[in-house]
């Protein structure tokens, strides 16, 4: 059995104090003036947000929210993990395994891992509490990264030997969102102790492709939806490498590379990304890439995941078998197909679909996402 060590994050000061000044170096004349989200990220917005950066931004206080939660490290197959387990309350908590994605890190569940471990203290049930179990992804923020790129079926594996070896759980439900929500596929889809899956993505594909005109239309729509998103997909699916020189020389430019994302994947209000996400949200998951070195090493996943095999879940037209809920946010990058293109992938026993969000659910609705996995989970008694 892997030993479980207790976990601190301790960012030295000359850490932060190197990111500060690179910030406040920034050449900014040398970058043209296009206004408009269309071209990337906006460059007025970019220096608003590298000026509070500057000179509001505290990442002792981000810091500090995270180690108010119960962390840990543990060797995992010679990879070691690091992960929040927030255990819950009353007599019977069920295990949950939440798994973040790319650009995001285990921040992202900071507004949802108390409620769902705890939901008596939000007016809740404790009879719905969970023991929550949020690990950063291998190669991302505070865990080791592998010797080379690993995809999602790989990371499916090691974290279900965290959970049965590690923590000793027999049984476990998994959420995920991003690459969280390949990796709950593959643990619902390899591994026995996973009963459960909830996941507020599609990220896999069947063998037979789309069958009838409307999963035809939405194949269509797909593709060409996603043509203005497939830039970075391609850089960090085949050459990540060459692209981290440069982003791990500047944290202007991993900021401007994440923030274009959560602009343009999240559900904004007059495509204002505040009326989502807090400058301080941002700033402090952009620094978990920052103060760990990691950009590079968290790209890998998209290069890992090409060498697996894709999207493809199974050559022989397998599904998940063990009971699957999905959770439909509107603005999701990613839309969703018709259900009955997902029940060929999927068990599906729980289908919902909300009237805002966008892909990352945790931060934009986390009321709504918490609401979702518990009536899942009672649907499962």
């Known amino acids: 059995m892997s030993q479980v060590k207790p976990f601190k ?12 000044q690179r910030v406040a170096d920034f050449p ?3 970058i043209p003036e296009l206004e408009d989200w269309e071209y990337g990220s906006n460059i007025d917005y970019m220096r608003e947000l590298c000026d509070y950066w500057i000179n509001h931004f505290d990442w002792r206080v981000h810091e500090a929210k995270c180690n108010a939660f119960n962390q840990f490290v543990a060797d ?3 990879i070691e993990l690091h992960f929040i387990h927030e255990r819950g309350s009353g007599t019977n908590p069920k295990a949950l395994l939440l798994s973040h994605g790319w650009p995001g890190s285990v921040l992202e569940f900071k507004n ?12 809740g049930k404790v009879e719905d509490a969970f023991d929550v179990i949020a690990p950063s992804l291998p190669g991302f923020g505070f865990s080791a990264a592998p010797e080379r790129p690993i995809g999602p079926r790989r990371m499916a594996e090691l974290f279900n030997c965290l959970m049965t070896e590690a923590l000793g759980y027999k049984s476990y439900i998994a959420q995920g969102g991003d690459w969280g ?3 709950c596929s593959w643990l619902g889809y390899e591994h026995s102790a996973c009963s459960a899956i909830h996941i507020n993505i599609l990220t896999m594909r069947h063998r037979d492709g789309p069958q009838g005109p409307d999963e035809i239309a939405w194949a269509n729509k797909f593709d060409r939806d996603q043509i203005m998103q497939d830039g970075y997909r391609t850089q960090q699916a085949t050459k990540p490498q060459t692209l981290s020189y440069a982003m791990m020389d500047s944290p202007v430019g991993v900021a401007a590379w994440i923030t274009e994302k959560f602009h343009g994947w999240s559900d904004l209000d007059n495509n204002h990304i505040e009326s989502v996400h807090s400058k301080d949200d941002l700033l402090a998951n952009i620094m978990v890439y920052l103060v760990t070195d990691t ?4 790209s890998w996943i998209y290069f890992g995941r090409r060498e697996e095999g894709g999207r493809l879940l199974s050559e022989q037209g397998k599904r998940v078998e063990v ?9 999701e990058m990613l839309a969703w197909p018709p259900r009955s293109y997902v029940e060929r992938i999927y068990n599906i ?11 990352f659910a945790a931060m934009e609705q986390p009321e709504s996402l918490v609401q979702d996995i518990r009536d899942f989970s009672r649907s499962l008694a």
């Not at 009971?323 to 603005?331: E, G, I, K, N, T």
Request: negative net charge; contains cysteine.
């Open 9 to 20: 994050i301790n960012v030295p000061e000359d850490k932060l104090i190197s990111i500060q």
């Open 28 to 30: 900014w004349r040398q």
């Open 76 to 78: 995992v197959d010679g």
């Open 112 to 123: 949802i891992i108390e409620p769902l471990a705890h939901p008596e203290r939000f007016g």
């Open 181 to 183: 929500g390949a990796i």
């Open 295 to 298: 950009f590079c090493t968290a």
């Open 323 to 331: 009971p699957v809920a999905a959770a439909l946010f509107p603005a």
């Open 349 to 359: 026993q729980h289908w919902t679909e909300f009237k805002r969000g966008g892909h």
